[in-house]
């Protein structure tokens, strides 16, 4: 679920975050910055270090006749230094290096094609991936009450996305292809890099959906916890929902957050603000959530964007209530006002009309926080950065393009609603 536009504190930070100053300045002004992009595409090459753990990487040692010690110094290569190419492995021998390219393996790190800085400190980058697609990343810096500085990095899970939700501008650029693990995982490291910090909150909620591509983004997961050492409590897998697969994350029992992006308090509102919705009734994606939570016990957020005159009213907001207690503890609202985009007549609610739905849902003992928009000015909206470059629309889906596995299989229908 791809939700830069939402983008802010989403849980508390847990690591401390360095006090090292930030290598960018950040202007009041909006930046941006481009490189040449080429139009050959190839596919992702599949012999790529970043994303392997260190026990996978001695095994690819002991495989080329080195001692796995040398695994383990590829992953401090990796991961602590961050080194971004073979020929840089200074500690590794010449040979072993040689070696490894000579069979194909690169460390998998990209480009940034262009970045663009909000005046509070939000910065997107469009990363440039090995076949020439683009894809967008956010860092949010937020620094709280006692000084401390939190930078979450949002990272998306699909070149677009199939699911076409009607406020989201990812949605509206089509659909290429999922990411691979490592893609996922070189955002993270890219923020780090602009921002000269650690990343320590990571939220799947950039273009695509993770749950059409849950096992990559698992083997992120993953990686982001044990390499490069991001608390599983700091990260967060966002869905608007896709048949089967809340089951599925919840039978990881990672200790993660589940946001589900709800929108509406009823069935027929919801299909109409996510077309995907027809294909799970609300009911169903209720009672995953509620079991999400006792197999885990992580609350769930649900994620509720307000759209002036459509989804806003008090009477939404009663609804709501109503719901959320049907289904028991275990939750949180977020109320995020909407972040306008291009090609969309959705309005952003005034702030008073945001009050009283709040107020409305404190009032029936709902736990609820109203998300700050970031990087108004920074094409925030997910999906906006890469449309502003990648003008050719991506293909329409098909039923494959959409398949995450062969268990998650969705009913052709939710393909026609996308
Ligand atoms: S269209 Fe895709 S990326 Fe956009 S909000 Fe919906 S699920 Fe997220």
Known sequence: MALLQ?????????RAATTRSRAIIISSSRTIT?????????????NVLLGMS???????????????????????????????????????????????QE????????????????????????????????????GIPVTDDKGSVRLTACVSSQVGCPLRCSFCATGKGGFSRNLKGHEIVEQVLAIEEVFNNRVTNVVFMGMGEPMLNLKEVLAA??????????????????????PNTIKKLASHKLQSTLALSLHAPNQKLREKIVPSAKAYPL???????RDYFHETSRRVSFEYTLLAGVNDDVEHAKELAELLHQWGPGYH??????????????????RKAINMFQSMLESRKITVSVRQTRGLDASAACGQLRNEFQKVPLAAPSIEDIQPEPEFALEPEAAVAC
């Open 54 to 100: 260190e026990e996978q990487l001695q095994q690819l040692a002991i495989d080329f006749g080195q001692q796995s010690y040398r695994g383990k110094q590829l992953h401090h290569l990796l991961y602590k230094r961050r080194v971004k190419d073979i020929h840089e492995f200074s500690q590794v021998p010449l040979a072993f290096r040689t070696e490894l």
């Open 333 to 350: 609202v977020n109320l995020i006002p909407f972040n306008p985009i291009d090609g969309t007549e959705y309005k952003r609610p005034y």
């Open 34 to 46: 481009t490189t040449t992009t080429k139009t050959k595409i190839s596919p992702p090459d599949s």
């Open 221 to 242: 997961h993953r990686c982001l916890n044990k390499d490069v050492q991001i608390g599983q409590r700091m990260m967060t897998i966002s869905t608007v929902g896709v």
């Open 283 to 289: 009911e169903a994606i209720m009672k995953d959530c």
């Open 103 to 138: 069979a194909g393996w690169v460390v998998g790190r990209s480009s940034v094609h262009s970045s663009v800085t909000a005046a509070d400190g939000t910065i997107k980058l469009l990363i440039k991936l090995e076949d020439n697609r683009l894809v967008e990343t956010v």
């Open 6 to 14: 939402f983008m802010c504190s989403v849980t508390p930070l847990a």
